[in-house]
């Protein structure tokens, strides 16, 4: 059974839904940590109201970005992390960092990569006036948002979407897609090879690319 730990800054909902996955009865995970640079993030509540260890490593503590990245490092190996997931948190990390986990760090994105990287890739998207957009669940290599594509969904642009109802879209989208993410990389049917593409298949062995929400 692997060990994830969770990375968290806000509302985390994706936490939430890998939390969720993982107490399934066939889970290829389990979440021994949920971890937030941030005091005030509102999923840490949560975690902990469901039993799951969390811990705080706030980023103002520290004087440098190497020292706050050394107690992360740290407390992941304290709790026997194996894999690391971003879902929603927001501080980049440093090469350094993703050196040591590379292969065992993974984020999710609400935009089908390589568009829209950053902040606000739902505002972006519309903005380019894309039919198509969803979520991309990659592993974090040293640029941002530019790690190999481990799975996408895809889901609709509408014609009279705001921001709001499209970051909500692809929010239920992200829902559904990080946690076979995960278990796909935990049960070993990921391959990635250090280049730029990996490849995922399902439990058949059959090659799983994306998600159609459409
Ligand atoms: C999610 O939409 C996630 O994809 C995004 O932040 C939101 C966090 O929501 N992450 C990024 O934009 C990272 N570049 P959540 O806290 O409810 O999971």
Known sequence: MKQVAILISGRGSNMEALCQAAETTDSAYQVCRVL????????????????????????????????FEAELNDDLNTA????????????????NFVQKWRGRLLNIHPSL????????????????????????VHFVSEDMDAGPIIVQTAVP?????????LSKRILTAE??????????????????DGGSKATMSDEA?????HYLDI
């Open 36 to 67: 937030s640079n941030r005091p005030d993030a509102k999923g840490l509540q949560w975690a902990s109201d469901h039993g799951f260890s969390t811990r705080v490593v706030d980023h103002r503590k520290f004087t440098s970005k190497a020292e």
């Open 80 to 95: 026997g992390a194996d894999f690391v997931c971003l879902a929603g948190f927001m501080r980049l990390l440093s090469a």
């Open 113 to 136: 990569l390589p568009s829209f990287p950053g902040l606000v890739p739902q505002q972006q998207a519309l903005d380019a006036g894309v039919r198509i957009s969803g979520c991309t």
């Open 157 to 165: 642009v509408l014609p009279q979407d705001s921001e709001a109802t």
């Open 175 to 192: 829902h559904r897609t990080y946690a076979p993410a995960l278990a796909a990389v935990c049960a070993g049917r990921v391959f990635w």
């Open 205 to 209: 062995g059959e090659p799983l690319h």
